[in-house]
Nanobody, 125 residues
Framework: QVQLVESGGGLVQAGGSLRLSCAAS????????MGWFRQAPGKEREFVAT????????YYADSVKGRFTIARDNAKNTVYLQMNSLKPEDTAVYYC??????????????????WGQGTQVTVSS
């Protein structure tokens, strides 16, 4: 059984930083791409960032490029999302997810088969 457990959300002022963590179990972590997605109230879930299974490549949504950094530690089965220069429009529930197929690099939510419970990020103006 795959489990993804997120932590690190909270309330921060605009311009501040947060780091989200996602601990994975139940799958050979180093074989799978990981992603972060978010969903704001009244909006559809959107892609934020993804990282290749080896950590060698990353890809970001235009809205977070240059401000957010995705990273992973395969020894700890953990993926991170460092969020800097936060804006009120970054307010959302953030979810980590694992790609369903090994050695696949994708930004499409439908290609991910397990999701964390979500962690709330609130950015005040």
């Amino acid at each position: 059984q795959v489990q993804l457990v997120e932590s690190g959300g909270g309330l921060v002022q605009a311009g501040g930083s947060l780091r989200l963590s996602c601990a994975a179990s139940g799958r050979t972590f180093s074989m799978y791409g990981m992603g972060w997605f978010r969903q704001a109230p009244g909006k559809e879930r959107e892609f934020v960032a993804t990282i290749r299974w080896s950590g060698g490549s990353t890809y970001y949504a235009d809205s977070v490029k240059g401000r957010f950094t995705i990273a992973r530690d395969n020894a700890k089965n953990t993926v991170y999302l460092q969020m800097n220069s936060l804006k009120p429009e970054d307010t959302a529930v953030y979810y980590c997810a694992i790609v369903s197929t090994p050695y696949t690099f994708t930004t499409h939510g439908g290609d991910y088969d397990y999701w964390g419970q979500g962690t709330q990020v609130t950015v005040s103006s």
